[in-house]
């Protein structure tokens, strides 16, 4: 079984930064592509960032030069590291991986973390 736990949303004021992570633990043999997505009220589930095991990573346009994403393999985590924080970046932001697992091959998701910007 593979699990997948966010960490570090919360409030934070327009301008303000905040750092989520992702750690994914259990029986993985390897994940290739992480990502962070996110969703607002009433709005679909977008893509803010993705990164490959090689670390080539690519970004919603809204969100370049404002997010930076990376990962530790060694770790199983992914870190979406966020400044310049806008009241329409609030949303919940939610990790992705894709990879090989004991029981399958394919996507799993988080459960989520909000992220409150305040202006």
């Known amino acids: 079984q593979v699990q997948l736990v966010e960490s570090g949303g919360g409030l934070v004021q327009a301008g303000g930064s905040l750092r989520l992570s992702c750690a994914a633990s259990g029986s993985i043999f390897i994940i290739n592509v992480m990502s962070w997505y996110r969703q607002a009220p009433g709005k679909q589930r977008e893509l803010v960032a993705a990164?490959?095991?090689?670390?080539?990573?690519n970004y919603a346009d809204s969100m370049k030069g404002r997010f930076t994403i990376s990962r530790d393999n060694a770790k199983n985590m992914v870190y979406l590291q966020m400044n310049s924080l806008k009241p329409d970046d609030t949303a919940v932001y939610y990790c992705?991986?894709?990879?090989?697992?004991?029981?399958?091959?394919?996507?799993?998701w988080g459960q989520g973390t909000q992220v409150t910007v305040s202006s």
């Open positions: 992705n991986v894709e990879g090989v697992f004991k029981d399958f091959r394919g996507a799993m």
């Open positions: 990164i490959s095991r090689g670390g080539s990573a």
